[in-house]
């Protein structure tokens, strides 16, 4: 049925972080690269910065995938809202510790140095990415940055990946941004990289290409201007709008009326760019809520 197509479009588009799901744009994968050279010259310490939307989060759980598949040990820790004195816990939780390691009555810091040891001992890196760290409480930052300054052995084969946002780095240590190897920054996409994120999308789902017109996918890159998370936003909720009108495929007008309900009113795709999009209000794409409600 038209109807099913269309929404199995649409799960294409869920923004889950799963890496298997992850688009590799040109941009990313250049990202990536520079993340297995921080690896490869056993650096200390690499800065993922872009703006809100741009891929982060996707990008620091590829590269943990990536990573481990080169030997490392990865953890990937997002530090957004945490609470003073839960991230050093959190943390050991995604570490691969032994049952009698993990439940040694000893201070968290001490079980990280013991496992940071043991890998360094058995020549195996170890890589801990903590996303958002322009967001983390002080503890996480001191803790970070203590990890990325120590001159001790335990600590050689031990590699921090963090990302930030341009307007948040000022806010990072400068014990972390001068240790840092390597800035990488992530560009806004391309029409060309939004047309081959739907290819590859639609494809991880087994959904027909031409779900989108050509003309949709056009208009969809430039209200999404150049925002992966827009874009996958703007993608979804036109494919259930879509569905729910009974139409074919999503043409260019679903998609800019899908755009309306992300961005109500008379505001600019520029405008919106680097932020989240705004509740949707009750609109001519009502059937997103019969859909999914």
Excluded: Y
Excluded at 37 to 46: A, M, P, S, Y
Excluded at 267 to 279: D, I, K, L, T
């Amino acid at each position: 049925m038209v109807r099913d197509r269309l929404v199995l479009a649409a799960a294409a588009f869920d923004g889950g972080l799963d890496p298997a799901a992850f688009h590799t744009a040109p941009s990313h994968e250049e990202a990536l690269a520079r993340i297995e050279w921080l690896l490869d010259k056993r650096q200390r310490c690499g800065l993922v910065v872009a703006d809100p939307g741009m891929g982060k989060s996707h990008l620091a759980a590829a590269a943990a995938r990536r990573l481990g598949g080169l030997g490392a040990e990865t953890a990937v820790l997002s530090l957004r809202g945490l609470p003073e004195g839960e991230w050093l816990d959190l943390l050991l939780a995604r570490l691969p510790l032994d049952p009698a390691s993990r439940g040694e009555v000893i201070r968290p810091w001490l079980k990280l140095e013991n496992r940071l040891r043991e890998n360094t001992l058995m020549e195996r890196p170890t890589v801990l990415v903590f996303d958002d760290l322009d967001h983390a409480p002080a503890d996480a930052v001191d803790g970070v940055a203590r990890l990325v300054a120590a001159g001790e052995p335990r600590f050689a084969s031990t590699c921090v990946i963090a990302t930030t946002t341009p307007a948040g780095i000022a806010s990072i240590p400068d014990a972390i941004r001068h240790r840092s190897a390597v800035r990488i920054d992530l560009p806004p996409w391309t029409i060309d990289d939004v047309a081959a994120h739907m290819i590859s999308a639609l494809n991880r789902v087994g959904a027909d290409h031409d779900c989108f017109s050509q003309a949709a996918v056009e208009t969809l890159a430039r209200f999404a201007s150049g925002v992966p998370r827009t874009a996958s936003h703007l993608a979804r909720l036109a494919a259930v709008a879509a569905a729910g009108e009974g139409q074919e495929r999503v043409e260019a007008a679903t998609v800019e009326r899908a755009w309306r309900e992300l961005v109500p009113g008379d505001e600019s795709p520029h405008a919106a760019v680097g932020r989240e999009a705004a509740p949707a209000a009750p609109s001519a794409v009502r059937a997103v809520r019969q859909l999914w409600g």
